[in-house]
Each structure stands twice: as structure tokens, then as C-alpha cells.
Nanobody, 124 residues
Framework: QVQLVESGGGLVQAGGSLRLSCTAS????????LAWFRQAPRKEREFVAA????????YYAESVKGRFTVSRDNAKNTVYLQMNSLKPEDTAVYYC?????????????????WGQGTQVTVSS
């Protein structure tokens, strides 16, 4: 059993940066792929970024490529999402997820454990 706790959300102006963190308060990330999803008001949850355990390959949604970076610190059992050049359309609740990532890393059902979410609001 893994429990995930996100932090680092907040209010930022367009063009600014935030770094989200997701820590395993119970369990570890060992052998799990890790991902970030987000859900904006009145929209479905969507894939943002992912990081495979084996090899560390990363994946990004087209809308965040070149602006967001996903990384992990195994010693701290923490995954990060560095978000730069933020836009108002990045406003959403951001969720981290962990799992064996069966199939495409962009699909929710590939992840077993989810955090409670952290709000990111980007003002124009």
C-alpha cells in the first residue's frame, strides 16, 4: 500500500513557476512508474507527465512540453513536477499517481495509487 501526498500548489501569475512535490507517506516508489495528471473545472482529468522506474524515460503532454519537467528523488521517495512559463490554461487540480504503468503511461488505469490533489491557479 502506498499513500501519496502532494504539495507545492498555489496562486501564481502567468509566466511564473511552481514546483509540485509528491511524497510517499507510506510505502515506497520502488518499481513504480510515476505520473502527474490534472483536472480543470468542468473538464475531464488529463495526463500531464510521467516517469518510468526502469530507465527513467519521461513522457509529456504536448501542451506542457518544453515548460514542465518531471523528476524523482528515490532517497526522498518524492517525485517532482517543475512547471515554468505557466499559463492560465494550466489552472487545475494536479494529482500524482504511482503504478506499474501497464500499457501507455498516459492512461489512468495504469496507475494504482493516487494523491488527493493540489490546486494550481495561474492568473492572467
Amino acid at each position: 500500500q502506498v499513500q501519496l501526498v502532494e504539495s507545492g500548489g498555489g496562486l501564481v501569475q502567468a509566466g511564473g513557476s511552481l514546483r509540485l512535490s509528491c511524497t510517499a507517506s507510506k510505502g515506497t516508489f520502488t518499481n513504480y512508474g510515476l505520473a502527474w495528471f490534472r483536472q480543470a473545472p468542468r473538464k475531464e482529468r488529463e495526463f500531464v507527465a510521467a516517469l518510468r522506474w526502469s530507465g527513467g524515460r519521461t513522457y509529456y503532454a504536448e501542451s506542457v512540453k518544453g515548460r514542465f519537467t518531471v523528476s524523482r528523488d528515490n532517497a526522498k521517495n518524492t517525485v517532482y513536477l517543475q512547471m515554468n512559463s505557466l499559463k492560465p490554461e494550466d489552472t487545475a487540480v494536479y494529482y500524482c499517481a504511482a503504478g506499474y504503468m501497464s500499457g501507455s503511461p498516459t492512461i489512468e488505469r495504469g496507475y494504482t495509487y493516487w494523491g488527493q490533489g493540489t490546486q494550481v491557479t495561474v492568473s492572467s
